[in-house]
């Protein structure tokens, strides 16, 4: 019997709490949002990626995902 890789294995999650700085793209339809949120104690903004079916700058918002690394964008994190 073979064991699974761990390259297959989902990274480990992480629960954060910022403000929606600005929505960058959000669909109706689906939901699906890219969002940048403002953490705590940083200058920098996080881009959150997901499915939010009512999001609003200057909501606070708690989430929980993974990060990671997109070829042309950088780092965010998946909600």
């Known amino acids: 019997m073979r064991s699974h ?3 297959n294995a989902t990274p480990p999650t ?7 700085e600005r929505i960058t ?11 940048r949120l403002k953490l705590p104690k940083t200058d920098n903004l996080t881009t959150i990626i997901g499915n939010f079916a009512n999001i609003q ?13 997109h070829p042309q ?7």
């Not at 992480?14 to 929606?20: A, H, P, Y």
């Not at 793209?25 to 969002?35: D, Q, R």
Request: without cysteine.
């Open 14 to 20: 992480e629960t954060f709490t910022g403000i929606v």
């Open 25 to 35: 793209f959000h669909s109706e339809e689906s939901g699906y949002t890219v969002a």
């Open 5 to 7: 890789s761990t390259a």
């Open 57 to 69: 700058a200057g909501q606070t918002l708690q989430v929980t995902g993974y990060w990671r690394d």
């Open 73 to 79: 964008y950088g780092p965010h994190s998946k909600s």
